[in-house]
């Protein structure tokens, strides 16, 4: 008979526009994941309010704990530790997950885990699959794009990411300009499988010898192509200018990737972040991939790709066990970052 104890793991995760509440089990287990969107309340913004988003996470906060411990079947005294996002991401929507979580600990003599919210993202691909290391992963999201080198658990090094705008957030402000509604991304998706790269927008910093993005240019391309036809009366097929935006896209996320693989020796590529979501950039992945046999593609599940509580423990459980814990005294970081990669370490 195993009676060995499972370790729980409370998470808090309210970094942008979701609050989100999950129990996880050993790290790699949801007993539940509870997520209160705001997307209805910033769609007629085009975009996150940060001070709305902050209201709401105050609001929506303790009825998200409520149900994950009860979803979860669980009671305090069950718990091991409590995680929380701490940064990057809009300050005050940060603090609310962090106030909540410290009075978790304090209240129930819990150890207090502060957790990188792009640590998360990565951590999401653990539900699907164990991380080999040394591992690279492409982190997309709506404020992130970098390519990440893990060279042993709860390590994280940036090696390359987007001197401008994210890829996310690229897709969010054509989407704008489509007049599709906010956010765009799943929207642009679509209308890119039934159309064709047609437009030929430009693939930035092809030529580069490092591991940056830029889609600041893309975007511009884009916005130009488009005020230039309403300008003179032309019209232009949607599905034909969403693919070329994503074909774009992915071609310089692939480029990238595929100049990281060749440069550092890993197992695995790990794709991860709210974009990750992408079934153009998944499918892209799954090519470059087959090229490279001695490395396996994990991807963090549909269902997670989002921001969540669960991927938040599932990193927070493996920040515990390499003993990071926080005092009472964790504050909120908007713009914390991975260290950057230094071959001198």
Same mark, same amino acid.
């Given at each position: 008979?195993?009676?060995?104890?499972?370790?729980?793991?409370?998470?808090?995760?309210?970094?942008?526009?979701?609050?989100?509440?999950?129990?996880?089990?050993?790290?790699?287990?949801?007993?539940?994941?509870?997520?209160?969107?705001?997307?209805?309340?910033?769609?007629?913004?085009?975009?996150?309010?940060?001070?709305?988003?902050?209201?709401?996470?105050?609001?929506?906060?303790?009825?998200?704990?409520?149900?994950?411990?009860?979803?979860?079947?669980?009671?305090?005294?069950?718990?091991?530790?409590?995680?929380?996002?701490?940064?990057?991401?809009?300050?005050?929507?940060?603090?609310?997950?962090?106030?909540?979580?410290?009075?978790?600990?304090?209240?129930?003599?819990?150890?207090?885990?502060?957790?990188?919210?792009?640590?998360?993202?990565?951590?999401?691909?653990?539900?699907?699959?164990?991380?080999?290391?040394?591992?690279?992963?492409?982190?997309?999201?709506?404020?992130?794009?970098?390519?990440?080198?893990?060279?042993?658990?709860?390590?994280?090094?940036?090696?390359?990411?987007?001197?401008?705008?994210? !890829? /996310?957030?690229?897709?969010?402000?054509? +989407?704008?300009?489509? @007049? *599709?509604?906010?956010?765009?991304? %799943?929207?642009? $998706?679509?209308?890119?499988?039934?159309?064709?790269?047609?437009?030929?927008?430009?693939?930035?910093?092809?030529?580069?010898?490092?591991?940056?993005?830029?889609?600041?240019?893309?975007?511009?391309?884009?916005?130009?192509?488009?005020?230039?036809?309403?300008?003179?009366?032309?019209?232009?097929?949607?599905?034909?200018?969403?693919?070329?935006?994503?074909?774009?896209?992915?071609?310089?996320?692939?480029?990238?990737?595929?100049?990281?693989?060749?440069?550092?020796?890993?197992?695995?590529?790990?794709? !991860? /972040?709210?974009?990750?979501?992408?079934? +153009?950039?998944?499918? @892209? *992945?799954?090519?470059?991939?087959? %090229?490279?046999? $001695?490395?396996?593609?994990?991807?963090?599940?549909?269902?997670?790709?989002?921001?969540?509580?669960?991927?938040?423990?599932?990193?927070?459980?493996?920040?515990?066990?390499?003993?990071?814990?926080?005092?009472?005294?964790?504050?909120?970081?908007?713009?914390?970052?991975?260290?950057?990669?230094?071959?001198?370490?």
């Amino acid at each position: 008979m195993n009676n060995q104890k499972r370790e729980l793991i409370l998470a808090f995760e309210s970094s942008c526009d979701e609050t989100s509440v999950a129990v996880i089990e050993d790290g790699n287990k949801i007993l539940s994941n509870i997520v209160a969107t705001q997307i209805k309340s910033h769609k007629r913004f085009g975009g996150v309010v940060p001070e709305v988003a902050s209201r709401h996470h105050i609001e929506q906060v303790t009825m998200c704990l409520e149900d994950a411990m009860t979803e979860a079947n669980v009671t305090y005294s069950d718990l091991s530790a409590v995680a929380v996002t701490y940064g990057p991401g809009l300050v005050g929507a940060l603090l609310v997950g962090v106030a909540c979580a410290k009075v978790v600990a304090f209240s129930h003599d819990l150890p207090l885990i502060p957790v990188n919210h792009m640590a998360g993202h990565i951590y999401a691909a653990r539900f699907t699959s164990e991380i080999k290391f040394p591992a690279m992963a492409l982190l997309v999201s709506g404020g992130h794009t970098e390519l990440v080198y893990l060279p042993k658990e709860n390590e994280y090094q940036i090696i390359g990411e987007t001197r401008d705008d994210a !890829a /996310g957030e690229a897709y969010d402000k054509i +989407g704008r300009v489509l @007049g *599709l509604t906010y956010p765009a991304g %799943k929207q642009i $998706d679509e209308m890119a499988h039934k159309g064709s790269d047609t437009f030929s927008f430009p693939r930035a910093m092809f030529k580069e010898d490092n591991f940056d993005f830029s889609f600041s240019g893309l975007k511009s391309a884009f916005i130009n192509t488009v005020h230039h036809a309403d300008q003179v009366g032309e019209k232009l097929n949607t599905d034909d200018l969403a693919a070329s935006f994503q074909q774009s896209v992915i071609d310089v996320l692939l480029h990238k990737t595929e100049h990281a693989l060749n440069v550092f020796p890993v197992r695995q590529l790990v794709l !991860a /972040g709210g974009v990750a979501a992408n079934q +153009g950039i998944r499918d @892209g *992945l799954d090519r470059l991939i087959s %090229k490279h046999t $001695d490395i396996e593609l994990i991807k963090a599940p549909l269902k997670l790709c989002g921001d969540n509580a669960a991927m938040i423990g599932a990193a927070g459980y493996i920040a515990w066990k390499n003993g990071e814990v926080a005092g009472l005294a964790l504050n909120a970081d908007p713009s914390l970052e991975f260290e950057w990669f230094d071959e001198e370490r």
